[in-house]
């Protein structure tokens, strides 16, 4: 998982447990503050979590062709050759 020759990796994992930290605590303090009378303010942090996790989704897919819709609807990339 870690590769000796890229440095850069050992930063994009240690940033991805930041992260998940961050998403569970977050969670965490949702729960309790909804279990303990704070309902008023809980949908401003339910959208903000809705807009991080799109961006993050985002993020993640961003050079994913899957998600290329002018590839994608004509059933894959022009660049390669017809086959029968």
């Known amino acids: 998982m870690i590769d000796k ?3 850069s990796r ?3 994992i240690l940033a991805l447990l930041i992260i998940c930290i961050l998403v569970v605590a977050g969670t ?3 729960l309790y503050y909804n279990a303990n009378g704070g309902q008023n303010g809980i949908k401003t942090y339910l959208s903000i979590g809705v807009i991080l996790s ?3 989704w985002w993020i993640a897919h961003y ?3 899957a998600f290329n819709p002018p590839v994608s609807s004509l059933g894959g990339s022009t660049d390669k050759p017809l086959r029968n």
């Open 54 to 56: 799109f961006v993050m």
């Open 63 to 65: 050079k994913d062709e």
């Open 10 to 12: 050992k930063a994009v």
């Open 28 to 30: 965490a303090f949702l």
């Open 5 to 7: 020759e890229s440095r």
